[in-house]
């Protein structure tokens, strides 16, 4: 069974800094992976998709990677701000569906 | 891009009344849609897989009767919580995609639904 863990759980850090969080899954068999973001009281923001294919993905400050084999994805953040501060979701979908399993998340602060 | 449209985003019911959520397509056609729940500092969790025409697939624990899904058209899938109690408030998020070719990157989430229970 598909279990996947973010860590940290949290996570302050002040403005302008560059930042890494980390996703994990026990199943490398996935389809691909895909990062959200969810701010307070809101729904969900894809922020980036990887395909099994592929190793990496960027959108302006941001960037994921994807180890298949060792079942881990890291988010990059380059010179984080306030604005970004909301949890950040990691997901997996496997076996050709679009059933996506949810990290636990991280919840981002970002201090001015 | 396409877009996935939850309705209401926010909603209010007595205990032990019934309230529908919608998710719709809205310029495509949905022929799956998924529905998840997230308790208050936990993540999503799948809750049913909606098909078209066809009953829904629900995963391991969770309620069929009383959580009612419908999918009658190629843009509609509704959810029905059935009874309602406190313990069912929580934030419902539909996804959908045609899966005409699955490529992984037509899959769309909605906004949700935020249910409180009183």
């Known amino acids: 069974k598909q279990e996947v863990t973010q860590i940290p759980a949290a996570l302050s850090v002040p403005e302008g800094e560059n930042l890494v969080l980390n996703c994990s899954f026990t199943?490398?068999?996935?389809?691909?992976l895909q990062w959200f973001r969810q701010d307070p009281g809101k729904g969900l923001t894809s922020l980036l998709l990887?395909?099994?294919?592929?190793r990496e993905q960027t959108s302006g400050r941001l960037n994921a990677s994807l180890d298949k084999s060792s079942g881990r994805s890291t988010l990059y953040i380059a010179a984080s701000q306030p604005g970004d501060s909301a949890t950040y979701l990691c997901?997996?979908?496997?076996?050709?569906?679009?059933?996506?399993?949810f990290g636990t998340g991280t919840r981002l602060k970002v201090l001015a | 891009g396409a877009v996935v449209s939850q309705h209401p985003s926010r909603v209010i019911c007595k205990s032990g009344t019934s309230v529908k959520i919608e998710c719709r397509s809205l310029d495509f056609q949905a022929t799956t849609m998924f529905w998840y729940r997230q308790f208050p500092k936990q993540s999503l969790m799948l809750m049913a897989t909606s098909n078209e025409g066809s009953k829904a697939t629900y995963e391991q624990g969770v309620e069929k009767d009383k959580f009612l899904i419908n999918h009658a058209s190629l843009t509609l899938s509704t959810l029905t919580v059935t009874s309602a109690h406190p313990e069912d408030s929580s934030f419902y998020i539909c996804?959908?995609?045609?899966?005409?070719?699955?490529?992984?990157?037509?899959?769309?989430f909605g906004e949700g639904s935020w249910l409180t229970v009183v």
């Open positions: 996804s959908a995609s045609d899966l005409q070719g699955f490529s992984g990157n037509t899959i769309y």
């Open positions: 990887i395909q099994s294919s592929q």
């Open positions: 199943d490398s068999a996935i389809y691909n």
């Open positions: 997901a997996v979908s496997t076996s050709g569906t679009y059933k996506y399993i």
